[in-house]
Each structure stands twice: as structure tokens, then as C-alpha cells.
């Protein structure tokens, strides 16, 4: 899973059997070693050169550039556009019906990639393309990333990994595809599950994972967001804290369990605890009087779960520190007719129509 550019000790520069990659008009070099066919990249290969549309490769000037005037996907990705906002698409392209693609995607991936495994089998895989296009250009695209994931994960994985490109990074774009995975999900919606990305992750997944999810989770203590229990669509608000004044009083507190939080966010458990503990936020749960007597008559619920406290002036004092910024990166107006498939009731008849 790749966000950003690994230390130089986590990568093998030596085993590199391609020196530098050509990505359309772009030049980078590639961050592990390649496992692309001999016959066709040699070890000694300076040069990769790769088209931007379809991932075709080639160590030939000449056809590289015959191919690219002729690209079947010059003008169009492949499959199915499920995302669009402000000159971003996400488009899902079956590795079934798009084996070519997904088998060239994987093999460039690999380039950025430490632990990917998958490079030829993927008719069992969908892949989801991030493109970017100016809205006065929209046939002018480039694809800056993407993610893949299980058509079926017995684990209720919603991604398997995923790679911005270098010349792409740095802008936020990881988060975008994080998003996306979840709502793809329909956690929110009957029938929709919570998920997670498959794990183990590496380093640099789990740093981006974290920062995702805690700002995830933050957003809902601070701000409230629809529930997936709540298909009404109320919306939880939670009130901004209000300055500090002088009294005996203690503030009300709201209690939710890491369940009720991850059903709010469409978070599995263990994410919803690994993201707290990021933060930094939690506190002992101080026992008061009347609950520290009934310990001691012994009349407290063995049961009872164990409390923690987090402070909503720790999550802003976590949200300042971080530049957090609580707009969701993904917008739900920007999904497609029947994306999330999840999200269109079975009696819903202004979806019925034909395109």
C-alpha cells in the first residue's frame, strides 16, 4: 500500500532492473524492483516506457509512441465512471472483463508497491482508477491511481491495496480513494456491510489508514454525521464546546460505544480503537463516588464494559495540530446513478428508468 515515498532503507535500489519510468509526458524513478517479463524488460532496461491510459509497456521509443496515437482508451478509461467531482473520476473496470488492463496496472503498480502479490489472476478483482481531467478538456485525462479490492472478501474487506502514482502524491488523493472504498461499501444502507482495508498493512498503510481514520472518527465526535442505523437520515449533532467558565458542574457527557461509533462512521471495531489511540485523546474514566461505593458493596455489574473519556477540547486541540480539515473528501452528490449499489431502495421507482 503506497501513500508516499519510502525511506531510502526501505528500498533496494540495487535489484532495480529498470532505471526510469516514462508515464505518458512524465519521468520518475521506480521504487522497487519491476517484474515485468525478461524478454520483453531486461535488466538493464534504462528506460520503461509506459502508456498512460491502458498501462501497456514497452522499452521502444518508436512503438511506444505508435501505440499511444492508436490507444483504445486515449479518449475514454474502461468500465463503469461511479465518481465525479471537480475534474476527479473513479471508474470501476472489471479485471474480468478488462484482463489486459488489470494485468498491466498490477505490473506497474508493483513498481511503487513492496508487498503486491496479484499481477496476472485478476478476474477476481475489481479496480477502481482515479482519473483527473480539466472540465474544458474532459477528453484530456490522466490517471493519477487506484485501488483494488475482492469481488468477494470473506473478510469484508472494501480494499486490497492501493497506489497513488509519485508524480500525484501529496495532494490528498489517498484520503479520496480511502472514501470512496467505504461508501462503496454501502455501510450506510440495508444491505451494505462495514469493512476495512485487508490487513496486515505496511508501515506506510497503516500511517495513512491511521490519519484517515481518526480524522474519520473526529469529524463525527465534533460534527455528527448520518448513522448507518439511521436510514430516516437524522443526522447526530454534536455542539461545538461552548469557552470554558468557572462551575461545579460537570459537563453532560454522551455515551457510545466503539460499536455505536463504528456503525456511525462504517468502521470495523478494531480500526475504531486503533484510530483513538492515534489521537492521543483518551483519558481513564474517573470513578465517581456513588459507582466507587457500589464497588465496594460489591453491587457493580461484573459485566459492564470498561469506560474511557475523550474530551471534545482534546479532539480540537488533535484537529488544529493536525490541519484537519472537516469536509469529507469524498461528496456524496458526486456518485453516479446506482453507486453505491447499496443506496437505491428496492421501491424506489425514480431509478427505474433507462439511461
Known sequence: MSQEKPSTSLQ???????????????LFKPWYQSIYPEDLVPKDAEHLYVCRWCFRYSCDKLAFAKHTRLCANRTTPPGIKVYEHGGYAVWEVDGEDHKLF????SLFAKLFLDHKTVFFDVATFLYYILTFADPASPE??????????EKLSWDSNNLACICIFPPYQHRQLGKLLMGVSYKLSGWEHPGGYIGGPEKPLSDLGQRSYNRFWA?????????????????????????????????????????????????????????????????????????PKKRKLARLMGDEDPKEAPKVVIHKAD?????KANCLSFEDPVKDEGFTAGFPSFSVSEDDDSTSQEE
Open 12 to 26: 533496494s535500489t540495487s535489484d532495480h532492473n529498470v532505471q526510469n519510468i516514462i508515464l505518458g509526458d512524465l
Open 140 to 149: 484530456e485525462y490522466s490517471v493519477l491511481g487506484f485501488f483494488s479490492k
Open 102 to 105: 488489470g494485468q498491466n496496472l
Open 315 to 319: 479532539i480540537w486541540e488533535w484537529a
Open 215 to 287: 480524522e474519520r472518527i473526529a469529524r463525527f465526535l465534533l460534527h455528527g454525521r448520518q448513522c448507518s442505523n439511521k436510514p430516516d437520515g437524522d443526522t447526530q449533532k454534536l455542539p461545538k464546546p461552548s469557552p470554558t467558565k468557572v462551575s461545579r458542574k460537570r459537563p453532560p457527557r454522551e455515551y457510545l460505544t466503539v460499536e455505536e461509533i463504528g456503525q456511525a462512521t462504517g468502521m470495523l471495531t478494531e480500526d475504531v480503537i486503533t484510530a483513538v489511540k492515534s489521537m492521543g485523546v483518551v483519558r481513564p474514566d474517573t470513578t
